[in-house]
């Protein structure tokens, strides 16, 4: 299959890198309105570069695009690829509101092409092991999941928050892990080294039987991505970039008190059994983009309806 890229930005350069190491993709051509960057980049991947991609998409014949531009061209963008009928990969959020989000999803029906937005730590190695975890109820009921994801400010993103920049990944993968979406949902956006935009947030999202608590921020000194889950049975931390995670197994005993005021039940803990589980690493954006491939190649059903959930929910106030 032919595929191009819009947008060659931090992302989209990395995107020029795994379509140019898939022996079944040719990159036919790249397009972003630097014109210098553009064309080095196409001579190292011996490639075409076009300044205008509605040029690229009529003169080119291209199976797939992926659409890495800013948030605030999201919707002009990848519309304008989905009439052209090319599946589309555009990276996430999927647009900057709610309404755009839903003509996109509308307009990948209608023209019978794919949509995938990219929430790329769907794709993590070790996310995807956690997610058979908890499916294979290991740690019992799941009570609570704690996600950290923190560093410095990025100065290439100039259109969105912290919320929709950062968080939203965690949104996305609350709702990914529990299946469902959340009842309630409580918001603390800060401004505190920025004027418009929020550059801390932290939200608590209210599940039918679980909660989440997620910590996001364009303020801290030391880049941290984590992800802890408390269940009835079980502790489990994942580490996001080292793709590393330790399940504590409980150990514990259980009785009947028995007083005057009250009968329950009391647990004796002893230490825990401890799991470092074995995760084959890869990596998240490759895995995206062949997963992608394989629904073009095989006309696999793509939704991304849940793209637009976890944006609905990181633009609250």
Same mark, same amino acid.
């Given at each position: ?14 995107? !020029?890198? =795994?379509?140019?190491?898939? $022996?079944?993709?040719?990159? /036919? %051509?790249?397009?972003? &309105?630097?014109?210098?960057?553009? @064309? ?24 797939? !695009?992926? =659409?890495?531009?800013?948030? $605030?061209?999201?919707?002009? /963008? %990848?519309?304008?690829? &989905?009439?052209?009928?090319?599946? @589309? ?229």
């Amino acid at each position: 299959m032919k595929a191009a890229i819009i947008g060659i930005g931090n992302m989209g350069k990395n995107h !020029v890198r =795994v379509y140019s190491e898939i $022996s079944s993709i040719t990159l /036919v %051509a790249l397009s972003d &309105l630097n014109e210098t960057l553009g @064309t080095q980049l196409a001579e190292k991947h011996h490639t075409k570069f076009y300044r205008d991609y509605e040029e690229m998409l009529e003169k080119e014949e291209i199976d797939l !695009v992926s =659409v890495c531009v800013p948030t $605030s061209l999201h919707f002009k /963008v %990848a519309s304008y690829c &989905l009439k052209k009928k090319v599946h @589309t990969l555009l990276e996430k959020p999927i647009t900057s509101n709610i309404n755009d989000a839903q003509k996109l999803i509308n307009l990948a029906k209608r023209n019978k092409v794919k949509l995938l937005v990219g929430h790329i730590e769907r794709y993590n190695p070790a996310l995807r092991q956690v997610k058979e975890i908890v499916d294979s109820g290991i740690l019992g009921r799941i009570i609570a999941i704690t996600s950290r994801r923190v560093g410095g400010f990025p100065p290439q993103i100039k259109d969105v928050d912290v919320a929709v920049d950062l968080a939203i990944h965690d949104i996305d993968i609350s709702n990914y892990l529990l299946g469902e979406l959340p009842t309630n949902i409580s918001v603390n956006k800060q401004l505190n080294h920025t004027r418009r935009r929020p550059d801390s947030v932290e939200f608590f999202l209210k599940y039918k039987r679980a909660s989440s608590y997620i910590q996001a921020n364009w303020i801290s000194p030391v880049k941290i991505r984590k992800l802890n889950i408390t269940g009835s049975e079980g502790y489990l931390e994942m580490d996001y970039i080292s793709q590393k995670i330790e399940i504590y197994k409980s150990n514990y005993s259980k009785f009947k008190e028995e007083s005057s005021n009250f009968s329950d039940y009391v647990l004796l803990f002893s230490e825990p059994d401890i799991t470092n589980v074995s995760v084959k690493k890869k990596e998240p954006l490759k895995e995206e983009i062949l997963f992608f491939i394989d629904c073009i190649k095989n006309n696999i059903d793509l939704d991304s309806l849940f793209a637009l959930k976890a944006l609905e929910i990181s633009l609250k106030k």
